[in-house]
């Protein structure tokens, strides 16, 4: 089966053409044709923090070059000199792009003229995330299902990261999914989540904790801008925490002992705010200092809830994702927990940790057989449960 993804969830556009088919162990093997992400993390830089409606509009200018350009890659692009969108269709799909009219324009003025593309599906990112941008690529698959005849696979975006925590690159344009055993806990970690997940197979799962607040990776951004680092201030923190000292500053360790499987990270990041304060112009020494132990703080919370989670469910593998999983101290002391406790551990390669279309193309090769069902539309706050 051949599976065409679209993600635009936050601040990056991509696409990927995956082909799936099963191997001789009985795994699912993914040949990647084509897998493109634009990142607009310059764009949003200048304002510290991704905006919506910039987002929206990057998505919806960049879709058309980058579907071309994937195509290409994929060798599945070629000129038709018939044109491939009958009259009558051309009011619907303007009707679904109305809302994005440089997308419409892009969309008008070249998706006719390229022959249907030998595809069986349609993958696109339903949620959780900012709504305005995961519109576009929702409107974008609605457009293109229209014209090409092809069903959508709408997919949860933290499924995709699970799912890209747990695949392994045989070779960089094969990746297989290896049979795991379950239950699996999964944590995931980003920009917008924070969240422990009980998989019990893929496709069903229960959350059973998430941030009251702030997600890790919000905190990290925030830290990081009161520490005069620039946007996405994860890696920025984690490469300045490597030349500080763990305990010069502590800081606090919110809900390490609650009962549930809930964070709470918007206290730890004003412990970090009245800090900056009561030092009153920190060295660059001092800044190194704050990040590491705000990163001790960060790890401490989510390995405890995580290996408790482990123990009470009785997992049998771990998995960890989202773009907060590139965090070189979070990968070393899950790697030795997890030993400890003899749990495979799944963790991303450093590519598919941050947003991509390859993840959303693989939790659609895993459930084939969910198609859209009622009407399609953006769900900021979709939450994982069982499909
Ligand atoms: O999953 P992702 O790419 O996008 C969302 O779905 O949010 O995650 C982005 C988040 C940002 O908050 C960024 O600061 C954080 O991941 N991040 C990191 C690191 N690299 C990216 N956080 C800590 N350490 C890192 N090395
Ligand atoms: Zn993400």
């Keep these: 089966m051949r599976i065409l993804a679209i993600e635009t969830s936050c601040d990056e556009t991509a696409l990927a ?50 579907l071309i350009q994937t195509l290409q890659k994929a060798g599945m692009y070629k000129k038709t000199s018939r044109h491939v969108i009958e009259h009558p269709l051309r009011k619907e799909f ?75 690159e045989n070779t960089p344009d094969t990746l297989t999914l290896p049979q795991i055993n379950f239950p699996a806990i999964g944590l995931l970690v980003s920009g917008g989540h924070t969240e422990l997940v009980l998989v019990r197979s893929w496709g069903t799962y229960e959350l059973i904790g998430e941030t009251k607040d702030d997600a890790v990776g919000e905190a990290f951004d925030k830290v990081a801008r009161m520490l005069g680092l620039p946007y996405p201030g994860g890696p920025e923190i984690s490469r300045l925490g490597k030349e500080g000292k763990s305990g010069t500053y502590p800081l606090p360790r919110p809900m390490l002992h609650s009962k549930d499987y809930d964070f709470s990270f918007a206290g730890l990041k004003t412990a970090v705010l009245y800090l900056i304060k009561k030092i009153g ?19 401490d919370v989510l390995i405890a809830k995580t290996m408790r989670a482990c123990e009470e469910f009785g997992a049998r593998h771990i998995i960890l994702g989202g773009g907060v999983s590139a965090n070189a101290l979070l990968r070393a002391r899950f790697h030795d927990e997890a030993e400890a406790v003899h749990i495979p551990l799944s963790i991303p390669d450093h590519h598919l940790s941050t947003d991509n279309a390859l993840m959303i193309a693989i939790a659609a090769g895993t459930h084939p057989d969910l198609r859209a069902q009622g009407e399609l539309r953006a769900r900021g706050n979709w939450r994982l449960t069982t499909a």
Aim: proline share 8%.
């Design 17 to 66: 053409i995956v082909d799936t088919s099963t191997n001789d162990h009985g795994e699912q093997v993914f040949t990647v044709l084509a897998n493109h992400v634009l990142s607009q993390i310059d764009i949003h830089k200048e304002y510290g923090g991704v905006f919506p409606m910039l987002a929206k509009r990057e998505h919806a200018r960049t879709l058309v070059p980058l």
């Design 94 to 168: 303007q009707d679904i792009l109305e809302r994005e009219p440089e997308l419409f324009g892009q969309f008008i003025t070249e998706i006719p003229h390229i022959d249907p593309p030998a595809i069986d599906a349609i993958a696109v990112t339903q949620g959780p995330g900012l709504e305005p941008a995961l519109w576009v690529g929702i409107n974008f698959a609605k457009a293109l299902s229209l014209v090409w005849k092809k069903p959508i696979i709408p997919i949860n975006h933290m499924e995709g990261h699970l799912l890209g925590s747990v695949v392994e």
């Design 281 to 299: 112009t920190p060295s660059e020494q001092d800044k190194a200092d704050i990040a590491r132990e705000f990163e001790d703080a960060c790890v």
